[in-house]
DNA sequence: TTCATTTCTTGCCATTTGGCAAGTGCTTTT
DNA sequence: AAAAGCACTTGCCAAATGGCAAGAAATGAA
């Protein structure tokens, strides 16, 4: 698989002229991963930068009665990480899972710091990579306080159809905050529509 | 009002040593806010990061129905600055309003871009501060879907008192993702306890 | 202090969502 | 092909939360 998706997804996302992001793109390593494997464990520091090229993540963690709540779906073309312990070197609430099998380019903590440290306009795309994820939260966190279930789910749904071909009907419940049977529920509901 | 609070702040969240921190807090410019003054006006691009050395403050924007909603309180001794508007000098969606009586310091992004460029250590600094509100959000947002509102509310008293002491009940409510009904039951049971 | 305004509480009932368990259908195993 | 295991749906009822309006309390203005 080649590195034109990523050189393609830096380039729209940072002021780096061609020719940077091409050396940038370089420091990347092809990383492969089958249904169910892991990216990140919890209790794990997490020491990878990931662009995913091909397939569906999940991040998840547990409630207080320790059922997982789906946290975040990645879909391709993005950058996957978790912002925390990565950047502070902690170790992972979180867990991250492919979903489907996925195919992407990876780069440590140290080269991408390294990166960071040599290249300005980098730096601007590292930046704008958590600035993103932070938007994607709040307006997340908003939906959960101002929409009802079933627009949360018509929004999800409109915006990533894939997620619903690949992931089982319990994981997109508690990413949308509510249980598998209302979800259920909601879907009946909706498809007479 | 002197400039140690800040001062501190940087240096328990960067690796700076204390003369570059002595530097880099020369370049913040003290500023006031009367009770209900803003920050940051909705439609307007943010060109302020502020330390909020005293007094609190309150983010908010609207439902679809032009309902205020909360989407996050500053209390003292914290970085308030809205990431997306910021960082990528966009029309922001939220408004930043002081509660009481606020006193901290300013510096522009111009000059704070710069001294990111120059100092390493702090450049850390500010990455810390975009994580920080991340890591806040998401806690946020696990918590709208995993508790119920009484934890919420259980867990906002806790851990901001103060918050109880100077805000509306129906700006408390809409952080909490509630209407101001519902806080105002909650409250009443939670005090027989 | 008195009046007006705003904020907060409360009663009544509606809506949304959850919990549980049974049932259906699909897939995998042997 | 039978059995077992999952994922999903559905019926019944309960719990959580909302909507509205009236009243009480607090606050601010004159």
Redesign the pocket.
Known sequence: MSKEALRNYIQQNSPASRLIVETIAEHFEPREFSKNDFFLKEGKISNDYLFLAEGLMRAFSYDTNGNEVTTYFYPENRMVFEAASFFTHTISAENIQAITVCKGFTITFEKLNMLFHSIPEFREFGRFMLVKGFVEFKQRTLALITK???ERYEDLITSNPEIFQYV???HIASYL?????????I??EFSKK
């Open positions: 009802r279930a079933e089982q009907l319990k905050g509510i249980t598998d049977t209302s979800l259920s529920r879907r009946k």
